[in-house]
């Protein structure tokens, strides 16, 4: 029996593992490439969560929704830039209301509310302030 005939089928069979071994390295390359491209921005998303997590507890917190009232805003904008704790016939004259015991006592409501909504703190019976500053003013009477 000639040895030929069983080296060109082993050769055959070489020349198939080497093409499919060649080939499959340029696909683990090009797969190698994609991985990349894909990594580099989840790397990205990963930096950002971790610094957005980390600045969040600086993120002054959502205020909730106000209620359906004009004067609500107006309220909270007199009361927050208030250098000090305000009463709500203070508020009325910063609101230029009429000087009313309605209007005030209806100030006065809308006041308590924002309190129970936690947007503003009743610092003494009837002074309110913008929740960012009751410390200070606490401190202020020590």
């Known amino acids: 029996m000639s040895i030929q ?9 070489e020349d198939a593992a080497r093409a499919l071994t060649n080939d499959l390295r340029t696909q683990i390359g090009e797969l190698q490439g994609r991985l990349r491209e894909v990594e580099t921005p989840l790397e990205h998303f990963a930096i950002t969560r971790q610094t957005v997590t980390g600045l969040a507890d600086r993120l002054p917190a959502a205020l909730p929704d106000l209620p359906e009232h004009p004067d609500y805003p107006r309220i909270l904008a007199v009361v927050n830039n ?61």
């Open 82 to 142: 208030a250098t000090g704790p305000m009463g709500a016939r203070d508020v009325c004259e910063a609101l230029d209301h009429e000087l009313l015991p309605k209007n005030i006592e209806g100030t006065r409501a809308k006041l308590k509310r924002l309190v129970k909504l936690d947007i503003l703190a009743e610092v003494d019976t009837g002074s309110f302030t913008g929740k960012q500053q009751p410390a200070e003013h606490h401190d202020q009477q020590l």
């Open 5 to 13: 005939p069983l080296l060109d089928a082993l050769g055959i069979q």
